[in-house]
T-cell receptor
Framework: NAGVTQTPKFQVLKTGQSMTLQCAQD?????MSWYRQDPGMGLRLIHY???????DQGEVPNGYNVSRSTTEDFPLRLLSAAPSQTSVYFC???????????FGSGTRLTVV | AQKVTQAQTEISVVEKEDVTLDCVYE???????LFWYKQPPSGELVFLIR??????QNEISGRYSWNFQKSTSSFNFTITASQVVDSAVYFC?????????????FGQGTELSVKP
């Protein structure tokens, strides 16, 4: 079982560039979500989804887009990267019974 | 609105000491889930425990124990006889039982340092 797979693990972007962080899970989980982790601020929710075709904003959605066309995939798009988006990004998934959210290994993004 | 507070930013103990990490939560829902995660220096997030709001029994798993008290909205985590390998950042988190199931709200984390 691969669990939650995030790609890439590291990325450097120039200000203004766009990119997509990939997240895929093979556990048939209904719930998926994206977080960013910044020093001293814990993990903050960016966007989340309760199923294919359904997404909603979290605490810090500005500058990010998501879509969920399949149960397995939940990509996060940065529209025009800014230095403030330098962070570590985590994707997570959970079954409906909330048995435990499984996290990907993270993507370390640097915007210069 | 939901919120999780971990008031202890950093804790430093000497090996074999017991240590308790505090977690206080806020929610208007009667059904909710509480979690603890460990983030070692390698950076991954490791699931430790889940509690739902209807189960107030304390839980023990080896050297780890959790105390859930709805009356004080707290879900504290105790490590008994701490070891150097327990050094990590620990996060408490909350998920409410509504259509926002993908929404996990984290506290700011407590960095635990266990010195030999």
């Amino acid at each position: 079982n691969a669990g939650v797979t995030q790609t890439p693990k590291f990325q450097v972007l120039k200000t203004g560039q766009s990119m997509t962080l990939q997240c895929a899970q093979d556990m048939n989980h209904e719930y998926m979500s994206w977080y960013r982790q910044d020093p001293g601020m814990g993990l903050r929710l960016i966007h989340y989804s309760v199923g294919a075709g359904i997404t909603d904003q979290g605490e810090v959605p500005n500058g990010y887009n998501v879509s969920r066309s399949t149960t397995e995939d939940f990509p996060l798009r940065l529209l025009s990267a800014a230095p403030s988006q330098t962070s570590v990004y985590f994707c997570a998934s959970s079954s409906r019974d909330r048995g435990g959210y499984t996290f990907g290994s993270g993507t370390r993004l640097t915007v210069v | 609105a939901q919120k999780v507070t971990q008031a202890q930013t950093e804790i430093s103990v000497v090996e074999k000491e017991d240590v308790t990490l505090d977690c206080v939560y806020e929610t208007r829902d009667t059904t909710y889930y509480l979690f603890w995660y460990k983030q070692p220096p390698s950076g991954e997030l490791v699931f430790l425990i889940r509690r739902n709001s209807f189960d107030e029994q304390n839980e023990i798993s080896g050297r780890y124990s959790w105390n859930f008290q709805k009356s004080t909205s707290s879900f504290n985590f105790t490590i008994t006889a701490s070891q150097v390998v327990d050094s990590a950042v620990y996060f408490c988190a909350l998920s409410e039982d509504d259509n926002q199931g993908g929404k996990l709200i984290f506290g700011q984390g407590t960095e635990l340092s266990v010195k030999p």
